[in-house]
């Protein structure tokens, strides 16, 4: 996950003081972000109004660091809010929530200014909350407060549209227990508790899955209460536009209140049994339906991206 933060915002201690050396030349790039790149990882721990960004200036930038997600964060200087507008996009469109995008940015962020607590507010005005602790070592525990987005229609194919998940999975038609859509329009597939869904044991069709979904669908959920291992309250496996999704953190919004239900408990140990894998605390805040999802994250790098024009005047000043 790559996350740019809008350097028009307060730029970190470091740069600011490389900015004042005498005959430095950044000392004129005011038109660039600064980026970070962050991985969710399994955690040690048992707007209203569109955003200003130049969408077809993200684009080649998502072309050239081909990441499955990169997030832009920006806080208007003119807003006396403190809440920080986020946008994510693929190689190939926007997407309009992105758990573990929140995660990145939020790791992102309190690297450049110093903070610990962000609010964000995303592109269809979706509010949603972090909280960051990070070790000497880099390593962080990100922890987020999600808006709830329960299913919400039980979807009662016919036999053909389940066959077709079926085959997409390759399991019998009879292991898919139910099938259900959420707002955020992701088909949720609760499978048979005693299915190994893993990717190690299944070898899943993502593009029939999106085939077989109805049309405008934004991922495919299977999830199970995974009666392969007590330690894990439930399972869930994310694919999206053909493709699966390594670690998600924005379907929790369903799957928390829906095994809330389901389960009658309100804290949750989840497994993402994807080949690169992950796991995470979950919380179903019943009251006020919200959920508090606990994660990690390690950065990988910082850097800044320099926009078209700025290298050109650098080399002028050497």
Known sequence: MISFVDANQELSDQLSAL???????????????RMSEVRRKAPTLSFQAPMQFRVE???????????????????????????????????????????????????ALSRSTGEMQFTFRTVNGMLASASIQESASGKATISLALPSSPIHVSLAPSADVRLAFAKALRINADQ????????????????????DFSANALDIDPAALLEASPMGTRSQVLTSSWELDPSFDFAKR?????????????????????????????????????????SARVRWKEGDGGVEVLAGSVRVGDGLLLRPGVMEGMRARL
């Open 238 to 278: 994310v694919f999206a536009y053909g493709v699966e999704d390594q670690a998600t953190g924005s379907t929790y919004s369903a799957l928390a209140p829906y095994w809330g239900e389901r389960l009658g408990k309100r804290d949750f140990m989840d497994l993402q049994p994807s080949s690169r894998g992950g």
């Open 57 to 107: 200036n993200q684009a080649r930038r998502l072309d050239e660091l081909n990441h499955s997600e990169t997030a832009f964060i920006h806080r208007p200087k003119s807003s006396p809010s403190p809440i920080y507008e986020i946008r994510w996009f693929t190689p190939h469109l926007e997407e309009a929530y992105c758990g573990h995008g929140l995660v990145a940015a939020a790791h």
């Open 19 to 33: 900015k004042r050396r005498k005959n430095n030349p950044l000392g004129s790039a005011v038109n660039h972000k």
């Open 176 to 195: 898919i227990l139910t099938i259900g859509q959420n707002p955020l329009r992701d088909i949720i597939l609760e499978l048979a508790p005693s299915l």
